[in-house]
Structures are given as C-alpha cells and as structure tokens.
C-alpha cells in the first residue's frame, strides 16, 4: 500500500503573485530578474539558424527499429514554439512533407498532431483525427506505446466538415475563402481558434506493448488531439493511466517533502495569501520498460507530464477539477525528481548504457521531459530548485558556437523547446464537458 500523502499549507511567499512576469512561451510564469530574456532569445534565435541552414537534411527519412521516421516533426514543432512566422518557406516545406506521409512511427505521429493541433486546428482537424486514429490504434492492451506500426484504419476515418462559413474566428487577417491566417499577439502566446467539430474516434485493433519513451509521446499526441476536437476512447484513457501507475517504481525511502509555491500552486484559501505548500510522499520514479528497473529522471519527468495529460483529459477538461493537482502518483514522481534534482545531467542509472549513473545520456531529452513536468502539473519549483532559470543558464552557457547542442538536430530541438517554455500549460478549453462526452458539434 502506498502511503497516503499528507498536506499542510505552511509559510507565506514573500512575493505576491503579481511580482511574477508572464514569459512568452507556453505561458508559464517566472520571477523576474532571474532570467536574462535577451539572452535567452538570442540562444533561442542561433539555435534556429542552425536548424534552419539543415532544413532539407530534415526532410529526409531513416529507418529506426524497422520504421521509417524523419526529423521533420520535431523540427517543426520547434520552429512553431520558436516563433517562426507561419509563412516561412523552410516550416511549411516539412508540413506539407508531413502531411503527405503515411502514418507509420508513433514518435512522429505524435508531433505531428502537436504541430498541427498549434499551427491551425481547424483546417487540419482532419489529418488530426488520423493521428488520433493511428494512436488509438497502436496501444496495446496492456495500456502502452511501442514504436508503432500503420493501421489500415486510419484511411477510412468518417469526417464531416463543419457547416460554417469561417473555419475559425476570433481575430486573425482574412486571407479569402473563408479562412483566417493567426498572427502571434503581442505577448507572443498564438491565439487558437475554438474547435466547434466533436469527433469520436473509435478503437479498432491492438498494438504492441514497448516502452515508455513511445508512451509518454503518444500521451503528448493524444492531448492535442483532444485540444483539438477530438474525443478518445474512454478505456484507451484509462488504460493508458493504469499503465503508468501501474509501472512506477516503488522505491525504499522515508517520505520526503516537496516544496511547490507560485502563482500556478494550490488554490488559495478565501482570505489567505498565496502560499507554498509541503506535501509528504514517497520519492517514487520511472524506467523505460516498467518497475523492474531503477527509476531515472527522463522517464520519471516524462510520466509526471503524462500523468498530468491524462489527468485533465480525465476530467473532461471543465476546468474545475484539476485532478493532477492533487494526484499522489504525480506527487510522488514530482518528490523524486526534487531528491534527484539536477540540470546538468540525467539523474539516476541510464538502463542504455551499462546503467551509468547521473550521466550525459539522452541529457537534453531529459531536459525537455523536465519542462513538461514542470509546465503541466503547474510549478515553478522542484522541490527547492527552481527548474528554469536553473536550466536555462546551463543551456545558454553550453551552446555551442555553430548554434546546436549535443549530438545536433535532435538536442537542438530539445533545447530550445525548454528555453521557450513550449508546453501550455493545461487549462480551461471553449467547450463544456457535457459537449465532449456527447460529441456535440
């Protein structure tokens, strides 16, 4: 049995929530001073040359574990969060290469959905509702992800397009036939058109179990399916979510506690401040396969995010429940990763390679995965570290002179989606529960 997590509300923040400064990326919040913005943008700004001078190496497809796959995906998600304009040659040259491929690798479905989720969920609600498909489609039965593999489904999705004049609305520059082309506002978050088109997808066969790595993407995919219109099968939910309790890790420690504080904290008591708040709980992780393994910090940081995802997807996304806030699981990763805190390297025994310890291995894949946690569930700290301004001084003082980080591409990517911010944080969406459980358009 696990412990049961235990809350007190102590101490007071010596900064009220209005001392915090909106950051422009994922619309996350940071204390001011802390962060250098101009350097930060123009780390952020010499990474994108660097992708930017490779576009057409990014186009091009490698088989990974017998599956064809591309940088193309991540690429553009990247060159989405990093404020490149919509209408710029080198991202709309891997969207449409994207779009024409067949579906065939979970990593790269997954982003897929994201990118087109953030790019125009209405225009591509039908592309979306594919991924959705192939996704669904490439659980397994025991609730998780493998690398992936076509489905013959995915060609035959019923979709009905949404019997209105404008497929979006809500400011934008008309471009004619009807649709409108989104600028980024002034504060630098993209403005979404609401979805107005509900649709059901349904399961239709089995996939094959594999890892976490493929689980906690797919998760990454499904919420933007979700964002975007459309309604999962509520067993691939709950599977999905039993999986990930299921393979955390139970580890022999003392409770510890975690500090969490800030504007994006528990909600405030009627006539209290804002406060930071310890919650006891065991310092409980992830492997990449199941709870056979040690946990380390990639796959633990990984689940927190998921958890959180399938959380509010749970909640029918009514904006009330916030259920991740007060998940044990969730707390229990978050404890873990405060214990084994670290911005400079993967913390704990990577299974990859000999179970090196606190290692460089898939560092800045970890690095991203820390964002995601600390962007969904909603916290400025990790237990007493304050993940961004923390990471992004390592990130900015480890660039290399050409732009890239790490191994190239791939790090790169992961870099500079951390130093934006890029995850939303998960909030209150245009449409009622009732309408999603319904499928109302």
């Known amino acids: 049995m696990r412990r049961t997590l235990v809350w007190t509300t102590v101490l007071s923040l010596s900064c009220a929530a209005a001392a915090f400064a909106q950051n422009v990326g994922g619309g996350g919040v940071f204390p001011p001073n802390e962060v250098d913005q101009i350097k930060v943008d123009l780390t952020i700004e010499k990474g994108v040359k660097y992708l930017k001078a490779r576009n057409a190496d990014h186009l091009k497809i490698f088989q990974f574990i017998n599956r064809p796959m591309s940088h193309c995906e991540l690429v553009a998600f990247t060159y989405v969060h990093a404020d490149v304009p919509d209408s710029d040659a080198d991202l709309k040259a891997l969207i449409d290469d994207m779009i024409q491929r067949q579906l065939a690798a979970t990593y790269c479905v ?86 107005k088109n509900r649709i059901k997808v349904v399961k239709k066969r089995d996939g094959e179990e594999h890892d976490n790595s493929n689980s906690q993407y797919a998760t990454l995919g499904m919420r933007a399916c979700h964002d ?51 919650r006891k709980a065991m310092p409980e992780g992830w492997s990449y396969t199941g709870n056979a ?72 894949y970890y690095m991203y995965a820390l964002e995601r946690a600390g962007m969904l569930y909603g916290t400025e700290v990790i237990g007493a570290h304050k993940w961004y301004p923390e990471g992004a001084k390592v990130l900015i003082d480890t660039q290399k002179a050409d732009g890239s980080w790490g191994d190239g591409t791939v790090d790169t990517c992961f870099a500079i989606l951390f130093l934006k911010r890029a995850t939303r944080s998960l909030g209150v969406a245009t449409y009622t529960a009732q309408q999603m459980r319904q499928g109302q358009r």
């Open 110 to 195: 997954s982003l897929q959905a994201m990118v087109l989720e953030e790019v125009e969920r209405v225009k591509y609600q039908k592309r979306i509702l594919q991924c959705a498909q192939f996704l669904v489609d490439n659980q397994s039965a025991q609730g998780w992800w493998g690398y992936g593999s076509p489905s013959i489904f995915v060609d035959d999705v019923t979709y009905d397009l949404p019997k209105r004049k404008d497929v979006a609305s809500g400011g934008g520059v008309p471009i004619g036939g009807g649709a409108r082309e989104f600028q980024l506002p002034s504060n630098g978050q993209r403005v979404k058109p609401p979805v």
């Open 228 to 278: 975007a219109g459309i309604i999962l099968p509520p067993n691939v939910i709950d599977l999905s979510i039993k999986w990930f309790r299921d393979s955390q890790k139970k580890e022999q420690a003392q409770e510890e506690e975690l500090v969490e504080g800030g504007v994006n904290g528990p909600e405030v008591p009627k006539g209290g401040t804002v406060a930071s708040v310890r």
């Open 293 to 364: 393994h040690p946990a380390y910090g990639s796959m633990t940081a990984g689940a927190v995010g998921s958890l959180s995802i399938w959380d509010y997807i749970k909640d029918n996304d009514d904006g009330k429940k916030r259920s991740w806030k007060t998940d044990k699981d969730i707390h229990e990763g978050l404890v873990w990763l405060a214990k084994n805190f670290s911005v400079t390297y993967n913390p704990g025994p990577y299974e990859h390679a000999n179970d090196e310890v606190n290692s460089k291995h898939q560092y800045l």
